[in-house]
Protein backbone atom coordinates (compact mmCIF):
# COMPACT_ATOMS: atom_id res chain seq x y z
CA UNK A 1 0.00 0.00 0.00
CA UNK A 2 2.97 2.31 -0.81
CA UNK A 3 0.28 4.96 -2.33
CA UNK A 4 -1.21 5.32 1.00
CA UNK A 5 2.39 6.53 2.35
CA UNK A 6 2.76 8.71 -0.63
CA UNK A 7 -1.00 9.88 -0.13
CA UNK A 8 -0.08 10.72 3.69
CA UNK A 9 2.90 12.28 3.56
CA UNK A 10 1.50 14.96 0.72
CA UNK A 11 -1.56 15.34 3.24
CA UNK A 12 1.17 15.64 6.44
CA UNK A 13 3.91 18.40 4.73
CA UNK A 14 1.23 20.03 2.45
CA UNK A 15 1.93 23.49 4.83
CA UNK A 16 5.14 23.44 4.22
CA UNK A 17 4.26 24.68 1.03
CA UNK A 18 2.44 27.51 -0.72
CA UNK A 19 -1.19 27.13 -3.08
CA UNK A 20 0.84 27.76 -6.26
CA UNK A 21 2.67 24.40 -5.64
CA UNK A 22 -0.19 22.10 -6.35
CA UNK A 23 -0.38 23.82 -9.74
CA UNK A 24 2.86 23.59 -10.54
CA UNK A 25 2.88 19.75 -9.73
CA UNK A 26 -0.24 19.04 -12.14
CA UNK A 27 2.03 20.80 -15.07
CA UNK A 28 5.41 18.74 -14.01
CA UNK A 29 2.77 15.45 -14.24
CA UNK A 30 1.27 16.35 -17.86
CA UNK A 31 3.59 17.33 -19.59
CA UNK A 32 6.67 15.74 -18.40
CA UNK A 33 6.85 12.30 -16.30
CA UNK A 34 3.00 10.66 -16.87
CA UNK A 35 3.57 11.26 -20.60
CA UNK A 36 6.87 9.25 -19.75
CA UNK A 37 5.66 6.86 -17.85
CA UNK A 38 3.09 6.29 -21.06
CA UNK A 39 5.45 6.29 -23.53
CA UNK A 40 7.71 3.47 -21.50
CA UNK A 41 4.97 1.18 -20.89
CA UNK A 42 3.33 0.88 -24.42
CA UNK A 43 6.87 1.05 -25.87
CA UNK A 44 8.30 -1.89 -24.26
CA UNK A 45 5.24 -4.31 -23.98
CA UNK A 46 4.58 -6.41 -26.55
CA UNK A 47 0.77 -6.82 -27.23
CA UNK A 48 -0.80 -10.27 -28.09
CA UNK A 49 -4.14 -9.32 -30.43
CA UNK A 50 -5.83 -11.86 -28.20
CA UNK A 51 -6.38 -9.99 -25.18
CA UNK A 52 -7.87 -7.14 -27.14
CA UNK A 53 -11.20 -8.04 -25.09
CA UNK A 54 -9.82 -5.83 -22.33
CA UNK A 55 -9.57 -3.12 -24.83
CA UNK A 56 -12.62 -3.50 -25.76
CA UNK A 57 -14.43 -3.83 -22.08
CA UNK A 58 -12.21 -0.41 -21.47
CA UNK A 59 -14.34 1.45 -23.75
CA UNK A 60 -17.81 -0.11 -22.69
CA UNK A 61 -17.22 1.06 -19.28
CA UNK A 62 -16.25 4.04 -20.51
CA UNK A 63 -19.00 4.73 -22.79
CA UNK A 64 -21.38 3.73 -20.10
CA UNK A 65 -19.73 5.61 -17.14
CA UNK A 66 -19.39 9.15 -19.62
CA UNK A 67 -23.21 8.88 -20.06
CA UNK A 68 -23.68 8.93 -16.39
CA UNK A 69 -21.61 11.25 -15.53
CA UNK A 70 -22.99 13.68 -17.92
CA UNK A 71 -26.34 12.58 -17.23
CA UNK A 72 -26.48 12.47 -13.35
CA UNK A 73 -24.38 15.32 -12.21
CA UNK A 74 -25.55 17.89 -14.92
CA UNK A 75 -28.02 18.64 -12.31
CA UNK A 76 -25.71 20.23 -9.92
CA UNK A 77 -25.10 23.75 -10.41
CA UNK A 78 -21.69 24.77 -8.63
CA UNK A 79 -19.50 24.20 -11.76
CA UNK A 80 -16.38 23.58 -9.53
CA UNK A 81 -18.26 20.90 -7.94
CA UNK A 82 -19.91 18.90 -10.91
CA UNK A 83 -16.88 18.76 -13.15
CA UNK A 84 -14.94 16.89 -10.68
CA UNK A 85 -17.90 14.36 -9.61
CA UNK A 86 -17.78 13.91 -13.45
CA UNK A 87 -14.23 13.26 -14.13
CA UNK A 88 -14.39 10.68 -11.13
CA UNK A 89 -16.33 8.59 -13.32
CA UNK A 90 -14.14 9.26 -16.70
CA UNK A 91 -11.38 6.88 -17.08
CA UNK A 92 -9.59 4.74 -14.80
CA UNK A 93 -6.25 4.49 -12.86
CA UNK A 94 -4.13 1.67 -14.41
CA UNK A 95 -0.80 2.79 -15.16
CA UNK A 96 -0.11 3.95 -11.37
CA UNK A 97 -2.50 1.85 -9.31
CA UNK A 98 -3.25 -1.66 -11.19
CA UNK A 99 0.05 -2.19 -13.25
CA UNK A 100 2.51 -2.65 -10.19
CA UNK A 101 -0.49 -4.36 -8.18
CA UNK A 102 -1.08 -6.87 -10.85
CA UNK A 103 2.63 -7.66 -11.09
CA UNK A 104 2.77 -8.55 -7.15
CA UNK A 105 -0.60 -10.44 -7.50
CA UNK A 106 0.22 -12.67 -10.95
CA UNK A 107 3.42 -11.70 -12.35
CA UNK A 108 4.76 -10.09 -14.63
CA UNK A 109 2.66 -11.71 -17.95
CA UNK A 110 -0.60 -10.11 -15.94
CA UNK A 111 0.71 -6.08 -16.84
CA UNK A 112 -0.10 -6.85 -20.45
CA UNK A 113 -3.70 -7.35 -19.87
CA UNK A 114 -3.79 -3.97 -18.15
CA UNK A 115 -2.01 -2.29 -21.11
CA UNK A 116 -4.89 -3.73 -23.52
CA UNK A 117 -6.86 -2.07 -20.93
CA UNK A 118 -5.35 1.21 -21.77
CA UNK A 119 -5.93 1.12 -25.09
CA UNK A 120 -9.73 1.57 -24.66
CA UNK A 121 -9.05 3.77 -21.47
CA UNK A 122 -6.23 6.56 -22.97
CA UNK A 123 -8.43 8.32 -25.36
CA UNK A 124 -11.56 8.90 -22.56
CA UNK A 125 -9.06 9.87 -19.95
CA UNK A 126 -6.85 12.37 -22.33
CA UNK A 127 -9.87 13.37 -24.89
CA UNK A 128 -13.05 13.03 -23.32
CA UNK A 129 -11.80 14.48 -19.46
CA UNK A 130 -10.05 17.01 -20.59
CA UNK A 131 -13.26 18.43 -23.11
CA UNK A 132 -15.25 17.81 -20.14
CA UNK A 133 -13.29 19.97 -17.83
CA UNK A 134 -13.31 22.54 -20.08
CA UNK A 135 -16.40 22.60 -21.21
CA UNK A 136 -15.17 22.44 -25.05
CA UNK A 137 -17.32 19.56 -26.22
CA UNK A 138 -16.37 17.97 -29.66
CA UNK A 139 -13.95 20.36 -30.06
CA UNK A 140 -12.03 19.76 -27.00
CA UNK A 141 -12.10 16.23 -27.47
CA UNK A 142 -10.09 17.12 -30.34
CA UNK A 143 -7.64 18.65 -28.57
CA UNK A 144 -6.30 15.05 -27.36
CA UNK A 145 -4.44 14.76 -30.16
CA UNK A 146 -2.28 17.62 -29.36
CA UNK A 147 -1.85 16.75 -25.16
CA UNK A 148 1.24 15.39 -24.19
CA UNK A 149 -0.26 11.91 -22.59
CA UNK A 150 -2.10 11.03 -25.26
CA UNK A 151 0.65 11.70 -27.88
CA UNK A 152 2.57 9.56 -25.95
CA UNK A 153 0.21 6.93 -26.09
CA UNK A 154 0.03 7.10 -30.03
CA UNK A 155 4.30 7.33 -30.39
CA UNK A 156 4.13 3.94 -27.63
CA UNK A 157 1.96 2.17 -29.96
CA UNK A 158 3.31 2.68 -33.01
CA UNK A 159 6.89 2.08 -31.97
CA UNK A 160 5.46 -1.21 -30.25
CA UNK A 161 3.40 -2.07 -33.46
CA UNK A 162 6.14 -1.08 -36.26
CA UNK A 163 8.93 -3.01 -33.99
CA UNK A 164 11.01 -0.04 -33.80
CA UNK A 165 12.77 0.35 -30.69
CA UNK A 166 14.10 3.20 -29.15
CA UNK A 167 17.77 3.19 -27.95
CA UNK A 168 18.87 1.97 -24.98
CA UNK A 169 19.85 6.05 -23.67
CA UNK A 170 17.15 6.95 -24.43
CA UNK A 171 14.75 4.49 -22.55
CA UNK A 172 16.98 5.25 -19.62
CA UNK A 173 16.40 8.78 -19.65
CA UNK A 174 12.35 8.30 -19.90
CA UNK A 175 12.73 5.60 -17.28
CA UNK A 176 14.44 8.00 -15.09
CA UNK A 177 11.86 10.53 -15.41
CA UNK A 178 8.59 8.35 -15.08
CA UNK A 179 9.89 7.08 -12.12
CA UNK A 180 9.20 10.40 -10.82
CA UNK A 181 5.43 10.00 -11.92
CA UNK A 182 4.02 7.59 -8.57
CA UNK A 183 5.46 9.81 -6.29
CA UNK A 184 3.96 13.30 -7.83
CA UNK A 185 0.68 12.04 -8.06
CA UNK A 186 -0.21 10.50 -4.98
CA UNK A 187 2.05 13.49 -3.23
CA UNK A 188 -0.53 15.81 -4.92
CA UNK A 189 -3.31 13.69 -3.82
CA UNK A 190 -2.13 13.92 -0.48
CA UNK A 191 -1.55 17.45 -1.22
CA UNK A 192 -5.26 18.73 -2.20
CA UNK A 193 -6.72 16.22 0.31
CA UNK A 194 -9.49 17.30 3.23
CA UNK A 195 -12.05 14.89 4.67
CA UNK A 196 -14.08 18.10 6.11
CA UNK A 197 -14.54 18.61 2.26
CA UNK A 198 -15.72 15.03 1.01
CA UNK A 199 -17.87 15.16 3.89
CA UNK A 200 -19.79 18.09 3.25
CA UNK A 201 -20.33 16.73 -0.36
CA UNK A 202 -20.97 13.07 1.30
CA UNK A 203 -24.42 13.00 -0.65
CA UNK A 204 -22.27 13.67 -4.26
CA UNK A 205 -19.66 11.43 -3.16
CA UNK A 206 -21.60 8.36 -2.46
CA UNK A 207 -23.64 9.20 -5.66
CA UNK A 208 -20.95 8.78 -7.27
CA UNK A 209 -19.30 5.95 -6.33
CA UNK A 210 -22.60 3.91 -6.41
CA UNK A 211 -22.74 4.41 -10.39
CA UNK A 212 -18.86 3.96 -10.38
CA UNK A 213 -19.41 -0.05 -8.87
CA UNK A 214 -22.76 -0.91 -9.13
CA UNK A 215 -21.90 -0.34 -13.12
CA UNK A 216 -18.80 -1.56 -13.58
CA UNK A 217 -20.03 -5.02 -11.94
CA UNK A 218 -22.78 -5.29 -14.47
CA UNK A 219 -20.31 -4.24 -17.38
CA UNK A 220 -18.01 -7.06 -15.41
CA UNK A 221 -20.24 -9.97 -15.76
CA UNK A 222 -21.42 -8.64 -18.94
CA UNK A 223 -17.89 -9.23 -20.47
CA UNK A 224 -16.95 -12.60 -19.17
CA UNK A 225 -20.46 -13.56 -20.89
CA UNK A 226 -19.57 -12.18 -24.28
CA UNK A 227 -15.57 -13.30 -24.01
CA UNK A 228 -14.03 -16.71 -23.47
CA UNK A 229 -10.67 -16.59 -22.01
CA UNK A 230 -8.97 -18.36 -19.18
CA UNK A 231 -10.13 -18.51 -15.68
CA UNK A 232 -7.06 -16.09 -14.25
CA UNK A 233 -7.88 -13.11 -17.59
CA UNK A 234 -11.54 -13.76 -16.47
CA UNK A 235 -10.75 -12.86 -13.31
CA UNK A 236 -8.35 -9.76 -14.25
CA UNK A 237 -11.13 -8.73 -16.73
CA UNK A 238 -13.65 -8.66 -14.00
CA UNK A 239 -11.70 -6.37 -12.05
CA UNK A 240 -10.72 -4.14 -15.15
CA UNK A 241 -13.93 -2.10 -14.73
CA UNK A 242 -13.57 -1.56 -10.80
CA UNK A 243 -10.35 -0.04 -10.82
CA UNK A 244 -9.67 3.39 -9.03
CA UNK A 245 -10.78 6.51 -10.49
CA UNK A 246 -7.71 8.45 -13.13
CA UNK A 247 -5.59 10.40 -11.36
CA UNK A 248 -6.17 13.15 -14.22
CA UNK A 249 -9.66 14.32 -12.50
CA UNK A 250 -7.50 15.74 -9.61
CA UNK A 251 -4.43 16.98 -12.08
CA UNK A 252 -7.77 18.19 -14.37
CA UNK A 253 -9.68 19.56 -11.53
CA UNK A 254 -6.59 21.96 -9.94
CA UNK A 255 -5.76 22.97 -13.78
CA UNK A 256 -9.04 24.55 -14.51
CA UNK A 257 -9.64 26.01 -10.63
CA UNK A 258 -12.39 23.43 -9.89
CA UNK A 259 -12.57 21.75 -5.88
CA UNK A 260 -9.20 20.16 -5.77
CA UNK A 261 -10.22 19.08 -2.36
CA UNK A 262 -13.08 17.75 -3.60
CA UNK A 263 -11.12 16.11 -6.60
CA UNK A 264 -8.66 14.35 -4.31
CA UNK A 265 -11.33 12.92 -2.09
CA UNK A 266 -12.86 11.24 -4.84
CA UNK A 267 -9.65 9.51 -6.22
CA UNK A 268 -8.61 8.54 -2.43
CA UNK A 269 -12.03 6.77 -1.65
CA UNK A 270 -12.12 4.90 -5.15
CA UNK A 271 -8.47 3.77 -4.69
CA UNK A 272 -9.12 2.62 -1.25
CA UNK A 273 -12.41 0.73 -2.73
CA UNK A 274 -10.70 -0.51 -5.62
CA UNK A 275 -7.70 -2.17 -3.43
CA UNK A 276 -9.84 -4.45 -1.17
CA UNK A 277 -12.41 -5.34 -3.87
CA UNK A 278 -9.10 -6.17 -5.89
CA UNK A 279 -7.87 -8.16 -2.87
CA UNK A 280 -11.19 -9.82 -1.76
CA UNK A 281 -12.06 -10.56 -5.33
CA UNK A 282 -8.66 -12.29 -5.99
CA UNK A 283 -9.23 -14.24 -2.36
CA UNK A 284 -12.53 -15.76 -2.93
CA UNK A 285 -11.99 -16.10 -6.81
CA UNK A 286 -9.46 -18.56 -6.07
Known amino acids: MEFAFLITLGYAFKGMFGAEVGVVLSKLI???TLPSAILFSFATSRFD???FSFALTAALSNVTLVFLALTVFSRVKEKEVRVPLQLSLIGFN???FMYPLAEGLWGAPAVLNYAFFDLGNSF???GVGKAVSEGSGVKGILKAFSFPPFLAVVLGL?????????PAFVLKVIQHVKNANAFLVFFLVGYYLNFRAVWRRIDLVSLAMLLKYVSGVIISFFALRFFSMTPLDEKMLFLGPLLPSAVMTLVYTVEKGYD???ASGLVTLSTVFSYLVILLTNHLWG
Do not use: D, Q, R
Not at 158 to 166: M, Q, R
Open 30 to 32: VNF
Open 49 to 51: PSK
Open 94 to 96: TGL
Open 124 to 126: FIF
Open 158 to 166: ALNYSGVGL
Open 260 to 262: GEL
